[in-house]
């Protein structure tokens, strides 16, 4: 059985770090697509950052230079690192991952994506 568990939320004070991590077993085989969510309440989820197979990433262009996602121990952790906070910021994160096949790129589509955590709360106060 597939899980993934993420840590790291908390509240901070606009312009504040936090750092995202989720743990995830019970993964067969490999080639999977690993990205992060977030949904607000009142608000849509949506993707912030996903990990391509190959290594490449993508970042959702409200977050652009305020993120950097990372993988250690091949797909068992993934990290988030988030910079200079905002209160629209404020949301619960998701880990998720899905199956590269039978597509040849990640997506940051959520449909793409298999597999979620239970989310992690991030509240940034002005």
């Known amino acids: 059985q597939v899980q993934l568990v993420e840590s790291g939320g908390g509240s901070v004070q606009a312009g504040g770090s936090l750092r995202l991590s989720c743990a995830a077993s019970?993964?067969?085989?490999?080639?999977?697509?690993m990205g992060w969510f977030r949904q607000a309440p009142g608000k849509e989820r949506e993707a912030v950052a996903i990990?391509?197979?190959?290594?490449?990433?993508d970042y959702a262009d409200s977050m652009q230079g305020r993120l950097t996602i990372s993988q250690e121990n091949a797909q068992n952790s993934l990290h988030l690192q988030m910079t200079n906070l905002l209160p629209e910021d404020t949301a619960v994160y998701y880990c998720?991952?899905?199956?590269?096949?039978?597509?040849?790129?990640?997506?940051?589509?959520?449909?793409?994506?298999?597999?979620w955590g239970q989310g992690t709360q991030v509240t940034v106060s002005s």
């Open positions: 998720a991952m899905g199956a590269l096949f039978p597509f040849n790129y990640c997506s940051m589509s959520s449909s793409r994506y298999t597999y």
């Open positions: 019970g993964l067969s085989g490999s080639n999977y697509c």
């Open positions: 990990l391509d197979t190959d290594g490449s990433f």
